[in-house]
């Protein structure tokens, strides 16, 4: 069976942009749920709200796979999803091992996606000694002290870090010098890593922080709205229009006081 250790998906030597990399798994999930329907083809503007992307930028991404369908007909699903597969390494047997097995990390190897999806969880790794031997998703848990034997004997290349923050580059450090080359991190801090080394760095608390924002904008503008507020481009060309509220030199001031 082929392992991360030997095998790189291609999509770097042949050029493909990392933005059109990142949306691939996009279009394979929409892809795959309608090959699980039976769909035989589909269309770009199908598939591209399935994903939630416009059809010209979905049409373009494809361009780069040498894949451009067939007027009147649409894409092959199936093809496609080979394809993409193939395109994001997916046609092979990635391990995966997983360190700090705390809620969030059982919660990951209990996630029964990674199979279906070219992953295997060789190995859950924390450095609570009362872990040892633990299962956790049919997987029993393995010390610290064994990290690089464990990368080793399973040919990982891709590690998933979920530790605290404190612990987690010195986890990195060591799944480097063991030979990870690609990390995903979960651990809320920015981890060092020399070239060579992928991280993507998944932070729950940031997207919430996101969202926040964006509620915070509608709220205002509701009140904004309900209270027969002007507009901001029009309560500014009243300012301008209000020698009270203009500065020493005539002009609007650019920072209001609270």
């Not at 049409?59 to 193939?86: A, H, N, P």
């Not at 990674?114 to 872990?131: E, K, Q, T, Y």
């Not at 990982?156 to 986890?171: C, D, F, K, L, W």
């Not at 063991?178 to 998944?202: E, H, Q, Y």
Request: contains cysteine; hydrophobic residues 45%.
């Amino acid at each position: 069976m082929a392992t991360g250790r030997t095998h790189r998906p291609a999509t770097r030597s042949r050029g493909i942009p990392e933005a059109t990399v990142a949306r691939l798994p996009l279009y394979l999930r929409a892809l795959t749920a309608l090959s699980e329907r039976s769909v035989p083809t589909v269309s770009s503007e199908e598939l591209a709200a399935a994903a939630g992307v416009n059809s010209a930028k979905l049409r373009k991404d494809f361009s780069y796979l040498g894949s451009y369908g067939t007027r009147g007909v649409g894409y092959d699903v199936e093809y496609l999803v080979y394809q993409i597969s193939r395109e994001l390494g997916l046609t092979q047997d990635w391990p995966v091992v997983i360190v700090g097995i705390g809620n969030l990390g059982a919660a990951l190897a209990n996630y029964g996606g990674f199979a279906s999806r070219g992953f295997r969880v060789a190995a859950l790794i924390d450095a609570d000694p009362a872990m040892a031997g633990k299962p956790v998703a049919g997987i029993p848990v393995q010390h610290t002290d064994d990290l690089e034997k464990i990368i080793e004997d399973n040919g990982v290349s891709i590690g998933v870090i979920a530790t605290p923050a404190g612990a987690a580059q010195q986890v990195c450090d060591r799944l480097v010098a063991a030979g990870v080359t690609s990390i995903l991190n979960f651990a809320p801090t920015v981890l060092s890593v020399p070239d060579g080394v992928d991280v993507r760095k998944v932070d729950l608390s940031i997207e919430l922080q996101i969202l926040a924002f964006h509620e915070q904008r509608k709220a205002g503008e509701e009140t904004a709205a309900g209270d027969g507020a002007l507009p901001a481009a029009t309560a500014r060309g009243v300012a301008a229009d209000d020698s009270a509220d203009q500065g020493p030199d005539g002009d609007v001031p650019a920072v209001m006081p609270a």
